[in-house]
Protein backbone atom coordinates (compact mmCIF):
# COMPACT_ATOMS: atom_id res chain seq x y z
CA UNK A 1 0.00 0.00 0.00
CA UNK A 2 1.20 3.42 -0.84
CA UNK A 3 1.45 6.18 1.93
CA UNK A 4 -0.21 8.79 1.08
CA UNK A 5 1.48 12.18 2.38
CA UNK A 6 -1.25 15.31 3.22
CA UNK A 7 -0.42 18.55 1.87
CA UNK A 8 -1.63 22.31 2.39
CA UNK A 9 -3.40 23.65 0.09
CA UNK A 10 -0.79 26.31 -1.00
CA UNK A 11 1.68 22.54 -2.19
CA UNK A 12 -1.56 21.36 -3.87
CA UNK A 13 -1.95 24.21 -5.74
CA UNK A 14 1.79 24.56 -6.49
CA UNK A 15 1.62 20.83 -7.28
CA UNK A 16 -1.28 21.60 -9.63
CA UNK A 17 0.23 24.42 -11.57
CA UNK A 18 3.28 21.79 -12.76
CA UNK A 19 0.56 19.43 -13.86
CA UNK A 20 -1.20 22.35 -15.65
CA UNK A 21 1.90 23.84 -17.15
CA UNK A 22 1.78 25.29 -20.56
CA UNK A 23 5.24 23.67 -20.82
CA UNK A 24 4.55 19.71 -20.14
CA UNK A 25 4.58 18.15 -23.58
CA UNK A 26 1.41 16.27 -23.72
CA UNK A 27 3.02 13.05 -21.83
CA UNK A 28 3.63 11.89 -18.38
CA UNK A 29 3.63 14.75 -16.26
CA UNK A 30 5.11 12.85 -13.81
CA UNK A 31 9.29 13.43 -14.12
CA UNK A 32 9.01 15.88 -16.64
CA UNK A 33 11.08 18.38 -16.13
CA UNK A 34 9.69 22.05 -16.24
CA UNK A 35 11.63 25.65 -16.17
CA UNK A 36 11.29 26.59 -12.32
CA UNK A 37 10.87 30.22 -12.60
CA UNK A 38 7.82 29.54 -14.96
CA UNK A 39 6.33 28.07 -11.39
CA UNK A 40 8.18 29.48 -8.53
CA UNK A 41 7.77 32.85 -9.34
CA UNK A 42 7.75 34.67 -5.90
CA UNK A 43 9.00 33.71 -2.12
CA UNK A 44 6.37 32.50 -0.33
CA UNK A 45 6.37 29.62 -3.24
CA UNK A 46 9.93 28.94 -2.60
CA UNK A 47 9.18 28.30 1.23
CA UNK A 48 6.14 26.07 -0.36
CA UNK A 49 8.37 24.31 -2.92
CA UNK A 50 11.07 23.61 0.06
CA UNK A 51 8.24 21.66 1.62
CA UNK A 52 7.10 20.20 -1.44
CA UNK A 53 11.19 18.91 -2.20
CA UNK A 54 11.49 17.35 1.81
CA UNK A 55 7.98 15.53 1.38
CA UNK A 56 9.33 14.00 -1.99
CA UNK A 57 6.77 15.29 -3.88
CA UNK A 58 8.55 17.14 -6.70
CA UNK A 59 12.46 16.95 -7.74
CA UNK A 60 15.01 19.92 -9.05
CA UNK A 61 18.06 19.10 -11.35
CA UNK A 62 20.20 21.79 -13.46
CA UNK A 63 18.97 21.92 -17.75
CA UNK A 64 20.63 23.85 -19.95
CA UNK A 65 18.19 25.92 -22.35
CA UNK A 66 18.79 24.78 -26.14
CA UNK A 67 17.72 28.27 -27.43
CA UNK A 68 20.25 30.26 -25.60
CA UNK A 69 22.46 27.69 -23.76
CA UNK A 70 21.75 29.36 -20.30
CA UNK A 71 21.87 26.42 -17.71
CA UNK A 72 18.78 27.06 -15.03
CA UNK A 73 16.75 24.81 -12.46
CA UNK A 74 14.12 22.75 -13.28
CA UNK A 75 11.56 21.59 -11.15
CA UNK A 76 9.04 18.01 -11.92
CA UNK A 77 6.31 15.93 -9.68
CA UNK A 78 7.27 13.04 -8.60
CA UNK A 79 4.26 10.01 -8.48
CA UNK A 80 4.36 10.38 -4.91
CA UNK A 81 3.13 13.62 -5.19
CA UNK A 82 0.87 13.35 -8.42
CA UNK A 83 -0.80 10.49 -6.05
CA UNK A 84 -1.21 13.09 -3.36
CA UNK A 85 -2.81 15.48 -5.33
CA UNK A 86 -5.14 13.08 -6.55
CA UNK A 87 -5.66 11.39 -3.16
CA UNK A 88 -6.40 15.24 -1.86
CA UNK A 89 -9.23 15.22 -4.26
CA UNK A 90 -11.09 12.34 -3.19
CA UNK A 91 -10.66 12.82 0.19
Not at 21 to 50: M, N
Not at 69 to 88: K, L, N, R, W, Y
Amino acid sequence: MTNIITVTVKEAALLNDIITSEYQDGEDVVGHDIWFDYIVDSKSKGGVYASLLAKGLVTSSLSTRKTCGITESTIAITQQGFDAVFADLTR
